[in-house]
């Protein structure tokens, strides 16, 4: 394990797309999606303002979803895996598009 040797943690708030210590409400989240049972390259729905989030001391703390299908299920085993949702996917994905087209926009072109 790599220990932070004294340095600060560095928490990016994904509703928000900064590193930031402000609360982001449930209401600004974009949107989580559960990929559970679908065929490759299907695009899940969006479940918006369904979770909040907060950076407190470099730790993202996200609110419980009420969403059954966006809590972890099954058996015990089952539990411990990667679970098949993204409580962020909009909100990533919408900032991953933001900043290509402000690259692309200051890209010099040939």
């Not at 790599?2 to 900064?18: D, H, I, M, S, Y």
């Not at 479940?47 to 470099?58: E, K, Q, W």
């Not at 994905?93 to 040939?110: T, Y």
Request: hydrophobic share 45%; charged share 25%.
């Amino acid at each position: 394990m790599e220990t932070l040797k004294g340095r600060k943690p560095l928490c990016f708030n994904p509703v928000l797309g900064a590193t930031t210590d402000l609360v982001a409400e449930a209401r600004r989240s974009l949107g989580a999606a559960n990929a559970t049972g679908l065929e490759w390259g299907v695009r899940p729905p969006f479940l918006s303002r369904v979770v909040s989030a907060v950076c407190r001391d470099g730790i993202l703390k996200v609110e419980h979803p009420k969403s059954a299908m966006l809590r972890p299920s099954g058996s015990w085993a089952d539990r411990q895996k990667v679970p098949a949702y993204n409580l962020f996917y909009a909100d990533l994905e919408a900032d991953a598009k933001a900043r290509i087209g402000i690259w692309w926009a200051n890209k010099a072109l040939p």
